[in-house]
Nanobody, 126 residues
């Protein structure tokens, strides 16, 4: 079972930036076999997909973050990053990463991942 740990959340003013990290361990094969997705859940709202990265396909983004967020990965460190810029109050949420070994990044709405992290809180003040 993969363990995924998110770090990098915090409090930032609107227009600011944060970089989230998702580091995985307990992998059954090379890290680049895995698709890693980022999701978020705001209070009182359903969890939604933010972005996904897979070395054998294109990165995908939710419309609400495209152009402001950038996903990347360092396979040597078993880590995926989510660089968030021009943050808005509506980006406030708990952010989760999730890992899936097979299937790649289907679309940003797909939440069928095998292993999930505990989340890191992002709060954007207006």
């Amino acid at each position: 079972q993969v363990q995924a740990v998110e770090t990098g959340g915090g409090l930032v003013e609107a227009g600011g930036s944060l970089r989230l990290s998702c580091t995985a361990s307990g992998l059954s094969s090379a890290f680049d076999d895995y698709a890693i997705g980022w999701f978020r859940q705001a209070p009182g709202k359903e969890r939604e997909g933010v972005s996904c990265i897979w070395d054998r396909g294109s990165d995908i983004y939710a419309d609400s973050v495209r152009g402001r967020f950038t996903i990347s990965r360092d396979n040597a460190k078993n880590t995926v990053y989510l660089q968030m810029s021009n943050l808005k109050p509506e980006d406030t949420a708990m952010y989760y990463c999730a890992a899936r070994k097979w299937g790649g990044c289907i679309n940003v709405y797909d939440q069928r991942y095998d292993d999930w992290g505990q989340g890191t809180q992002v709060t954007v003040s207006s």
